[in-house]
């Protein structure tokens, strides 16, 4: 019998990140939201299309460039379709892509995780590896993600890592959780190890 517990965790994220613009409007800076909606605009052989935000305060539209002047022979007939059809699974994977420009972009904490036992024992006596997939951007920092999830107080997740019985890589407990994040925890001789381990994998605590 294993005594590793290895656990699965997807995160995805309730709020695609916010750029802030200038409003022409609210004559400011302003965060602007995603609204969802594609515009495509086919000007002979050459395509535009734009991923539409709005000012959350007036309802300004800003559009953020997806394709520019692009011959339509090198764009991919599915991707035209989707992008036409306002496809809201592709408008939501546009929303989250990484931002070209520099501008102040805001990232959100909000997250479902959803839970998923790999291999191991529920009950381990040993160790408890939880593998991050986070395929859409967020701001949740990796302490609080651990600390929500695990239902530990942040001053736990800290003091355990300290005495060597949790660690994360690659990177740093406070920074944003990334794709591919993998954290272990001891839980030999922890004394709500069972309730750790329990929480990690989506049961009731
Ligand atoms: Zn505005």
Redesign the pocket.
């Known amino acids: 019998m294993s005594d590793v517990l290895c656990v699965q965790w997807t995160i995805i994220p309730a709020n695609a990140p916010e750029p802030w613009l200038n409003?022409n409007?609210?004559r400011r800076t302003?965060p602007f939201r995603t609204s969802g909606k594609i515009r495509v605009n086919a000007n002979g052989k050459r395509v535009d299309a734009w991923l539409i935000y709005k000012?959350t305060?007036?309802?300004?539209t800003w559009n953020r460039p997806i394709l520019e002047r692009r011959h339509v022979s090198t764009i991919e007939p599915r991707l035209l379709a989707s992008l036409q059809a306002n496809d809201p699974e592709l408008s939501r994977r546009l929303a989250f892509e990484k931002w070209r420009r520099k501008l102040k972009v805001e990232h959100f904490d909000d997250v479902t995780v959803r839970k998923s036992v790999m291999s191991g024992n529920t009950r381990p006596d040993g160790r408890l590896e939880i593998v991050c997939v986070v395929p859409q951007t967020t701001g949740l920092r990796v302490d609080r993600l651990l600390a929500t999830e695990l239902r530990l107080s942040r001053s736990r997740i800290q003091s355990m890592q300290n005495a060597g019985h949790l660690a994360a890589w690659p990177g740093d407990m406070s920074r944003p959780l990334r794709d591919g994040l993998r954290v272990r925890l001891e839980l030999g001789g922890v004394h709500d190890g069972d309730r750790i381990a329990l929480a990690a994998t989506g049961g009731e605590t």
């Open positions: 409003c409007r609210c302003m000012c305060s007036c309802d300004s």
